[in-house]
Nanobody, 113 residues
Framework: QVQFVESGGGLVQPGGSLRLSCAAS????????MGWYRQAPGKQRELVADITSPGGTNYADSVKGRFTISRDYAGVYLQMNTLKPEDTAVYYC?????????WGQGTQVTVSS
């Protein structure tokens, strides 16, 4: 069974940048629609960005213009610029538009001065 592994999170000041990565063994990411999700304390998990199999991208309004999702055969990535305190959350990757794989541990992003 696929297990996604997220990395690249950390503590960053407002206005800073981070690049998240998602990897998994045994799959070619370019075949699947993939999404980056996040869950802040006390809130439900939400979709932040997704990328379709042909490469089209969609973003939540809250991150549009600041985040960029990309993908190659080995992984899916989220470039996050101009980070805000409200971006603080645990970030996960998973399939988009199909039954999700078991959720990984995610990677913590904390935006604070």
């Amino acid at each position: 069974q696929v297990q996604f592994v997220e990395s690249g999170g950390g503590l960053v000041q407002p206005g800073g940048s981070l690049r998240l990565s998602c990897a998994a063994s045994g799959i070619f990411f370019s075949v699947y629609a993939m999404g980056w999700y996040r869950q802040a304390p006390g809130k439900q998990r939400e979709l932040v960005a997704d990328i379709t199999s042909p490469g089209g991208t969609n973003y939540a309004d809250s991150v549009k213009g600041r985040f960029t999702i990309s993908r190659d055969y080995a992984g899916v990535y989220l470039q996050m610029n101009t980070l805000k305190p409200e971006d603080t959350a645990v970030y996960y990757c998973n399939y988009r538009g199909r039954t999700p794989a078991p959720w990984g541990q995610g990677t913590q992003v904390t935006v604070s001065s």
